[in-house]
């Protein structure tokens, strides 16, 4: 049996064939070429300027034999758009497929790089740049795109000249009319910078995942959830170091949880995680707002071991009353570490609300004069509002208000992980809060 087993993957492997993809050859377009893939193939595109390309319908690997697309060895490929094509790069209900770069995707007009309806495809190590929209967007199930770069998108509201604005990364629901939501999509390791709408915007979807992404100096909020459910947001470092993108907006806010009115079947926005995030110089950290009068609560929702740095508002402000009554309980702020330049509150629940949150062991540094106080029946500790002077300035690339490298906010973070230990230590230089 075993040996019919080995037989049949050799086989398989044997199969299996390459088809190039060239701007002169035989084949010049990724749909032709997918007509000819197998299970287990591998498309390749020699060096080129290519115009939008798409995955048709109905184009399917396996889940141990994927159809692979990717460039050729040493290739340098550009997919565009220079007459305002809708989308730049495209896959449509189709399953098991791997995009694999280095590609650069550039000028798209509406959607530069789209997933729809499909299932088990993974995208890595493209460059996108310039969208008008959406750099990338996603809908169906298993899902990754990660290791790759979005540098300016949402441009149709270049210095924020509208009163809307859509997402640089975004999911959607499989069929809003149900709702069937996407599920397991995840955005990992990307950097996203420039745009002019939510960097990322998890909308329909559940068991989602936002982890170890690089967003800085984006427009309005870094990373935002509306009508979504079971979904982690960790590892993130946010960064607003760049407020003139917007020089008439001052409201900059690292995460953001919404229940919006305009999706055909409401979702509520229940059991988020937001952990282990270093978020330096937002607006807010962490913020609620719920419009629907039949979805409007929010449940299940854990902040934790994250670092708020230079923020200049409150590091939860969660101020709203939810319109939905009765339906929201298992909240936590806990094991939190907040620099807030905020006088007044570090971290703010609505007074109705408050009875649905555990606060415990947070960390504040200087001197806010409202804090939430432990309500933690537990035995992990207490609030901590820490007396200790913060003297040393992070330094930027060129000394003046410019964009971080990634290297300098992984050590900010380490530092203030570091800080957060010690003002545990020298408890003694701290003024402990009572939990009553």
């Not at 377009?29 to 020699?46: M, N, R, V």
């Not at 299932?119 to 750099?135: D, E, G, R």
């Not at 719920?290 to 670092?307: K, L, M, R």
Request: proline share 3%.
């Amino acid at each position: 049996m075993s040996n019919l087993v080995v037989f049949s993957f050799l086989l398989l492997i044997s199969n299996s064939k390459f088809i190039q993809v060239s701007p002169t050859g035989s084949i010049t377009t990724l749909k032709s070429a997918c007509s000819f893939a197998l299970p287990g193939d591998t498309i390749e595109f020699l060096t080129g300027n290519y115009p939008p390309q798409n995955v048709p319908q109905n184009t399917s690997g396996t889940p141990t034999n994927p159809i692979i697309i990717r460039p050729s060895l040493n290739a340098k490929l550009v997919f565009e758009t220079l007459i305002g094509a809708y989308n730049v790069f495209s896959i449509f209900n189709s399953s098991n497929i791997q995009v694999i770069g280095p590609f650069i995707v550039r000028n798209g007009y509406h959607r530069s790089v789209v997933v729809e309806n499909s299932t088990n495809i993974t995208i890595s190590n493209l460059k996108i740049f310039n969208s008008t929209s959406w750099a990338v967007y996603a809908t169906g199930v298993n899902i990754t795109v990660k290791d790759s770069l979005a540098d300016g998108c949402v441009l149709d509201n270049l210095n924020c000249r509208k009163n809307s604005w859509g997402q640089c990364f975004s999911t959607y629901a499989i069929d809003p009319y149900i709702p069937t939501l996407s599920q397991n999509i995840n955005y990992i390791n990307n950097e996203i910078v420039n745009s002019y709408g939510e960097a990322i915007d998890i909308i329909l979807c559940t068991d989602c995942v936002v982890k170890n992404n690089f967003i800085h100096d984006v427009f309005p909020i870094a990373i935002y959830t509306d009508n979504a459910r079971n979904l982690v947001f960790a590892n993130n470092v946010i960064t607003f170091t760049n407020h003139s993108i917007c020089t008439n907006n001052s409201q900059y806010h690292a995460i953001a949880i919404g229940v919006e009115t305009w999706p055909i079947k409401c979702v509520s926005t229940t059991n988020i995680t937001i952990t282990n995030n270093f978020i330096y110089g937002a607006s807010n950290g962490v913020s609620y707002w719920g419009q629907s009068e039949t979805c409007g609560y929010y449940s299940d929702i854990t902040v934790s071991n994250n670092v708020f740095y230079n923020i200049t508002g409150a590091a939860i402000a969660f101020h709203q009353d939810c319109l939905v009554k009765g339906k929201t309980y298992n909240n936590q702020f806990k094991n939190n570490f907040v620099f807030s330049t905020y006088q007044w509150e570090a971290a703010l629940v609505n007074k109705n609300m408050s009875n649905t949150w555990n606060i415990s062991a947070n960390i504040y540094f200087k001197g806010n004069k409202n804090i939430l106080k432990d309500t933690w029946n537990g035995t992990d500790g207490k609030n901590t509002r820490c007396t200790l002077e913060i003297t040393t300035q992070l330094q930027t690339t060129s000394g003046k208000a410019e964009h971080f490298k990634i290297a300098q906010i992984k050590r900010m973070k380490v530092l203030i992980s570091k800080l957060t230990v010690l003002c545990h230590i020298t408890i003694r230089r701290c003024i402990i809060m009572a939990s009553t």
